[in-house]
């Protein structure tokens, strides 16, 4: 009965939301999904940002989420991939006013699978609308160039997803040695785990579904994940994700933009965006503090000097008047 139970299909994924008005925001005059878009990236990088792309608005991308979300990273090396996504111009935190006549303060993070360079963001956060488009501009829907299904055909998936795949399955032996399996099968099966990840499960559910109910022995873990891949591929929903990602995000009207904040990604200190080159403030970029303005130190102490040097001529003079006694009158 435990066996017929642990073989029962994965739920749909339900992305952690975060608090209403809060959590990612899609920035506006995106490309289309297409094969390669985190590829100028390193792995790492590249896994937390397909995940990121994959979730919907409002989905919580804070450290500690992404960190359960994604197994295979801790929190400090979720937080370094945020960082090294913001200095590639894909990501930026703000805090902003909810819009439409409130003034309430809410915290956002906008994502652009689009790489995106520090004056695109500057004019984006500031005016509400992508530099050189006019507001309220309406955009026509792209038809998605990759669909799923051909991926699992023909093997050819992301490599940002078989990247992320690779690493879910490189870990599975911590979280149960009898599924520990060698670098050549780990490669071998990182195309049918990207497909699971391309139709909306995250990398704990995959975890999950390779791991739950094994047996007492388990003698050849990649033939055994390879059928759990198989058997509990969850159902088709990439066509619908792939018709919202290829709908870009609404810009809005002229006069409703909220009034925005950048944050360093970082450290969450507020600033300009010309203070925060790719999103990051001085102390997060590893820069030292600038050189206070004004004269050196040596040239204070030489001024310093100068001035008791000429408080000090008075009093001698009259202290050698005093040493010299009374000038007498009658002679």
């Known amino acids: ?10 739920r749909p994924y339900a992305p952690p939301m975060a608090a209403p008005g809060y959590g990612k925001r899609s920035a506006p005059g995106q490309l289309p999904r297409k094969r390669g878009d985190f590829e100028h990236l390193p792995p790492r990088e590249a896994s937390v940002a397909a995940h990121i792309d994959r979730l919907p608005d409002g989905a919580a991308i804070d450290t500690k989420t992404l960190a359960r979300e994604l197994p295979a990273y801790g929190q400090q090396a979720v937080r370094s991939a945020l960082n090294a996504l913001s200095r590639a111009g894909h990501l930026r935190r703000v805090r902003e006013t909810v819009g439409e006549g409130r003034t309430q303060w809410v915290y956002r993070t906008y994502f652009s699978r689009t790489a995106r360079d ?24 792209v038809p998605a160039s990759e669909p799923v299904a051909e991926a699992e055909e023909t093997g050819a998936v992301r490599p940002s997803r078989r990247a992320e795949a690779y690493e879910v399955l490189a870990a599975l032996g911590r979280t149960d040695p009898r599924m520990t399996l060698s670098a050549a099968e780990c490669e071998a099966l990182a195309g049918p785990a990207a497909v699971w990840l391309d139709r909306g499960a995250s ?15 388990v003698h050849c873990p990649g033939a055994l994940a390879r059928r759990r891949l198989a058997d ?17 995000a609404p810009v809005p009207a002229q006069g409703t933009a909220p009034r925005r ?28 503090e600038p050189a206070p303005a004004g004269p050196s130190a040596a040239e204070v102490r030489a001024r310093v000097e100068r001035l008791r040097a000429g408080l000090r001529a008075p009093a001698d003079r009259n202290r050698g008047a005093r040493d010299r006694g009374p000038i007498p009158v009658f002679g």
């Open 203 to 217: 990398p704990g559910q995959l975890a999950l579904a390779l791991t739950s109910g094994l047996p007492e022995t």
């Open 1 to 10: 009965m435990a066996m017929a139970n642990s073989s029962a299909d994965v």
């Open 232 to 248: 509990r591929l969850p159902p088709e929903t990439a066509a619908m994700s792939a018709a919202s990602a290829s709908t870009p």
């Open 261 to 288: 904040v950048m944050e360093c990604t970082g450290c969450g200190r507020p600033g300009r965006p010309e203070a925060l080159p790719g999103g990051l403030c001085r102390d997060c970029r590893g820069l030292p």
């Open 118 to 141: 520090d004056a695109w963001w500057g004019t984006f956060l500031r005016e509400g609308t992508p530099p050189g488009e006019a507001p309220g501009t309406e955009h026509e829907p």
